[in-house]
């Protein structure tokens, strides 16, 4: 059974930087993407960015694109979400997701971890 499991949130200055890690489990993922997306209170689950685990392309909503990296360690099949020069706007949970497709909706991905706290303070 497939698991994810996040870690790194917590709380931050604006401008600030944070690095979220999210752990895979109970799969073969050389096919697969890895997503990370984000919620705030009241708002709908955002995408963030993805990476493939085969080859490592990366693709970023426009709003973090060069202010976020998403990294990979095929060896612990543990996927990175660095975050540079946070914005108080970003203050979110943060979910890793995976599946065969990929994409930047939510339901392309068919397994979700419980999501981390990240919150940027003014």
């Known amino acids: 059974q497939v698991q994810l499991v996040e870690s790194g949130g917590g709380l931050v200055q604006a401008g600030g930087s944070l690095r979220l890690s999210c752990a895979a489990s109970?799969?073969?993922?050389?096919?697969?993407?890895m997503a990370w997306f984000r919620q705030a209170p009241g708002k709908e689950r955002e995408f963030v960015g993805f990476?493939?685990?085969?080859?490592?392309?990366?693709y970023y909503r426009d709003s973090v694109k060069g202010r976020f990296t998403i990294s990979r360690d095929n060896a612990k099949n543990t996927v990175h979400l660095q975050m540079s020069s946070l914005k108080p706007e970003e203050t979110a949970v943060y979910y890793c997701?995976?599946?065969?497709?990929?994409?930047?909706?939510?339901?392309?991905?068919?397994?979700w971890g419980q999501g981390t706290q990240v919150t940027v303070s003014s």
């Open positions: 109970g799969g073969t993922f050389s096919t697969y993407v």
């Open positions: 997701a995976t599946g065969p497709r990929g994409g930047v909706v939510v339901d392309a991905y068919d397994y």
């Open positions: 990476i493939r685990w085969s080859g490592g392309s990366t």
